[in-house]
């Protein structure tokens, strides 16, 4: 199937929406005014539409042009990935893979499927942020990472299940909470309540709940460090104080209802079937730890 439109005419167009005139677009684009004028032109007579309509001096776009700009935009899009992609299949393995994964997902399965990548391709640079709550969702859609492990797929990309997490709602074993029950919400909220804060932009405050006294935590390690210390309550990942619980310096809260939640992760590739070699081989590996780790615990 051949087509009337280049990708050089729509670039075109684009630039001239983008830079604000033909003049502007011509200087982006290191070609001549005339260039870029006979390509939105050409554009415009092939598919019998207008792209522009002049207001005084200023070309503004109509609503087709609104139209083809948004389209033009994704089709140069898809072809730079699959050019990015070529390349990197023909080279091999990409020098750089961004990794962002949810600090609740197990960091020894991570850990395990870099060492192995390092063996396989020891020449791939790894830039890996710990992300909390929207962190992974936020750096996929900043272009940020190129590998996603997160609570939250989010719209335009896909993803693979990967792992459960149960939370706990707990407190220091000599917690005043422990010495009454079954407690309801209203029971909780004069206590205070210990969450971690948002990575991402979107500060989503999960699990909260209006607690008149409440304290955020950047970091996972301290909010336990302050929950072994007797200074709040919290729903917290279960594997993280798996020995906290079997040595009963930590309890659960005695809830009538919700003592237990869950949040699903999620694998996503930013570029989804063009991710690069060392991502896709990252991914593969995450996936095989988890099942490792699967089996080993059913044994």
């Known amino acids: 199937m051949s087509t009337k439109i280049t990708l050089d005419q729509w670039q075109a167009l684009i630039a001239v929406v983008d830079e604000g005139g033909y003049a502007a677009a011509a200087e982006a684009l290191d070609k001549s005014q005339s260039a870029i004028s006979y390509a939105v032109q050409k554009i415009e007579t092939e598919l019998g539409v207008r792209a522009f309509a002049l207001e005084g001096r200023r070309a503004r776009l109509t609503e087709t042009g609104h139209l083809l700009y948004r389209q033009a935009k994704v089709l140069l899009e898809e072809a730079g990935r699959i050019e990015s992609s070529a390349i990197q299949f023909g080279h091999g393995w990409e020098p750089l893979v961004r990794v962002a994964a949810d600090g609740l997902f197990p960091q020894t399965v991570v850990l395990c ?34 590998l996603a492990i997160t609570g939250r797929v989010p719209p335009g990309f896909m993803g693979d299940h990967l792992i459960r997490i149960r939370f706990v709602a707990v407190a220091e074993s000599h917690h005043p909470l422990h010495d009454q029950g079954p407690l309801s919400l209203d029971d909780l909220r004069p206590h205070r309540q210990l969450v971690l804060r948002d990575s991402g932009r979107q500060r989503v405050d999960s699990g909260w709940l209006g607690a008149e006294k409440r304290w955020t935590f950047s970091h996972s390690h301290t909010r336990r460090q302050a929950l072994l210390r007797g200074l709040g309550f919290a729903w917290v990942p279960e594997p993280e104080i798996g020995d906290d619980l079997a040595a009963g310096t930590l309890k659960p809260l005695p809830l009538a209802e919700g003592v237990y939640r ?15 070699r060392a991502a896709r081989f990252l991914g593969e590996g995450i996936k095989a730890g988890l099942a490792e780790d699967d089996d080993a615990a059913i044994a």
């Open 113 to 146: 499927a870099l060492v192995r990548l390092a063996e396989e391709s020891p020449l791939t640079r790894v830039e890996f942020q710990e992300t909390i709550l929207s962190g992974a969702e936020e750096a996929l859609l900043r272009h940020e990472a190129d």
């Open 262 to 276: 869950y949040q699903d992760l999620y694998m996503v590739y930013a570029e989804g079937q063009y991710a690069g």
